[in-house]
T-cell receptor
């Protein structure tokens, strides 16, 4: 199946700093990628849809100035959590849409801990 | 809007028991249906999918049939293993892989 990677797999940072998370589709090109957030023992919450070469579309309630998304190539999308606070600590998961199968393939997730 | 309902967990089974995790959906049109599995500390892995009515998705001994008349996509496995312990998410897409809607997830624990 299609493979999507994320980096880093976990990160610990101080409050007020910024953290960048990368999402890559390794064996297919993805014009559309998605960023989700998952709280412990809960389902995934879609944060934003990232389209290559254009601005991301954010879900209601997600601050676009805090969660910066860049999709500069067909295989890479990045999520930058700016001025992180402890309440931003969470598990962030990306996915990439494979158009040939109309299927989202998910990355392994990034656990962010803000001290 | 579209929605997915799953049976509440956790589900605890003994090894080699039969597994059923119910999933029903509400959607306009003809959505594609998916089951994803999440192992502890990991992202989601596609388990199986079905794109039209009466399609059966299958993988690793798991099966699910797209039942439009009952708007259901129940996950089944004839004999579970300890390694199947994970959280299972039912999901639908009504727009060619976009506009995914996930169920709340069902945690499965298989005891030796």
């Amino acid at each position: 199946g299609a493979v999507v990677s994320q980096h880093p797999s976990w990160v610990i940072c101080k409050s007020g700093t910024s953290v960048k998370i990368e999402c890559r589709s390794l064996d297919f090109q993805a014009t559309t990628m998605f960023w989700y957030r998952q709280f412990p023992k809960q389902s995934l919450m879609l944060m934003a849809t990232s389209n290559e070469g254009s601005k991301a579309t954010y879900e209601q309630g997600v601050e676009k100035d805090k969660f910066l998304i860049n999709h500069a190539s067909l295989t890479l999308s990045t999520l930058t959590v700016t001025s992180a606070h402890p309440e931003d600590s969470s598990f962030y998961i990306c996915s990439a849409l494979q158009l040939s199968t109309d299927t989202q393939y998910f990355g392994p997730g990034t656990r962010l801990t803000v001290l | 809007g579209n929605s997915v309902t799953q049976m509440e967990g956790p589900v605890t089974l003994s090894e080699e028991a039969f597994l059923t995790i119910n999933c029903t959906y509400t959607a306009t049109g003809y959505p594609s249906l998916f089951w994803y599995v999440q192992y502890p500390g990991e992202g989601l892995q596609l388990l199986l999918k079905a794109t039209k009515a009466d399609d059966k998705g299958s993988n690793k001994g798991f099966e699910a049939t797209y039942r439009k008349e009952t708007t259901s996509f129940h996950l089944e496995k004839g004999s579970v293993q300890v390694s199947d312990s994970a959280v299972y998410f039912c999901a639908l897409s009504s727009d060619y892989g976009q506009n995914f809607v996930f169920g709340p997830g069902t945690r499965l624990s298989v005891l030796p």
